[in-house]
T-cell receptor
Framework: GAGVSQSPSNKVTEKGKDVELRCDPISGHTALYWYRQSLGQGLEFLIYFQGNSAPDKSGLPSDRFSAERTGGSVSTLTIQRTQQEDSAVYLC?????????????FGPGTRLTVL | DQQVKQNSPSLSVQEGRISILNCDYTNSMFDYFLWYKKYPAEGPTFLISISSIKDKNEDGRFTVFLNKSAKHLSLHIVPSQPGDSAVYFCAASAANTGNQFYFGTGTSLTVIP
C-alpha cells in the first residue's frame, strides 16, 4: 500500500522567503508528526496532530513555524521568513494513533536549503 | 535536553560479525522503545520495537535488549550484512506523554564486505 509521501523532495529558497512543505499520511492513520533533522543532529520533534484534537505544538522552534492538517489527512508545514538555520531535512510521519504502543511510519523527507 | 542518547556516532563491523548499537535514556517513564533504520535520501523505516514489560525482542537477525534498571537498550544484528549499512535511530515514548516520541542522534553503521 501507499506509504507516507512528502513534497517537494527538495526546496531551495532565499533567506526571508516563505515555504510550504506538504505531507500525505498513510490512509487511515489519525496521527501525524513533523520532525526535522539538521546536519549531524538527531530527529527534532516539531508538531503532532491526533485526530480532531488540538495539535501539540510544543516542538515548534519559533512563531515563524506553523502547521495545519486539513480534513484529518494532508498536512502543510509553513515556515515564514526563512533563515539559514532552518536548512534541514523535514520529515513527516504518521501512525494509527490512539493506541499504546504505536509505531510511526516516515515519509522520505523534504530537504530544505535556505541560501 | 536530550532524553535519548546514542553516544557512538559511527560503527564499523566486518560482514558476518555481530553489530551492537547502543542507546541510553534518562526518563524512567519511557515504556516503549523502537529502532529505525535510515538510508541516505530516504525517511527512517521502522525496524523493531520493545515494550518495557519485556527485556528482549527478536525478529530474524535483529534482537533488541532492554535493561530498565540501567536505562539502556541495544540492538544486535547478527550476522551483519553490507545491506545493513545505514544510520540507526533509537526512539522512546511514554504512555503519559501521548504519542510524542524522543529520538536519539543516530549511529551510522558500516558493514565491511
Amino acid at each position: 500500500g501507499a506509504g507516507v509521501s512528502q513534497s517537494p523532495s527538495n526546496k531551495v529558497t532565499e533567506k526571508g522567503k516563505d515555504v510550504e512543505l506538504r505531507c500525505d499520511p498513510i490512509s487511515g492513520h489519525t496521527a501525524l508528526y513533523w520532525y526535522r533533522q539538521s546536519l549531524g543532529q538527531g530527529l527534532e520533534f516539531l508538531i503532532y496532530f491526533q485526530g480532531n484534537s488540538a495539535p501539540d505544538k510544543s516542538g515548534l522552534p519559533s512563531d515563524r513555524f506553523s502547521a495545519e492538517r486539513t480534513g484529518g489527512s494532508v498536512s502543510t508545514l509553513t515556515i515564514q521568513r526563512t533563515q539559514q538555520e532552518d536548512s534541514a531535512v523535514y520529515l513527516c510521519a504518521s501512525s494509527l494513533g490512539g493506541t499504546n504502543p504505536d509505531t510511526q511510519y516516515f515519509g522520505p523527507g523534504t530537504r530544505l536549503t535556505v541560501l | 535536553d536530550q532524553q535519548v542518547k546514542q553516544n557512538s556516532p559511527s560503527l564499523s563491523v566486518q560482514e558476518g560479525r555481530i553489530s551492537i548499537l547502543n542507546c541510553d535514556y534518562t526518563n524512567s517513564m519511557f515504556d516503549y522503545f523502537l529502532w529505525y533504520k535510515k538510508y541516505p535520501a530516504e525517511g527512517p523505516t521502522f525496524l523493531i520495537s520493545i515494550s518495557s514489560i519485556k527485556d528482549k525482542n527478536e525478529d530474524g537477525r535483529f534482537t533488541v535488549f532492554l535493561n530498565k534498571s540501567a536505562k539502556h537498550l541495544s540492538l544486535h544484528i547478527v550476522p551483519s550484512q553490507p545491506g545493513d549499512s545505514a544510520v540507526y535511530f533509537c526512539a522512546a515514548s511514554a504512555a503519559n506523554t501521548g504519542n510524542q516520541f524522543y529520538f536519539g542522534t543516530g549511529t551510522s553503521l558500516t558493514v565491511i564486505p
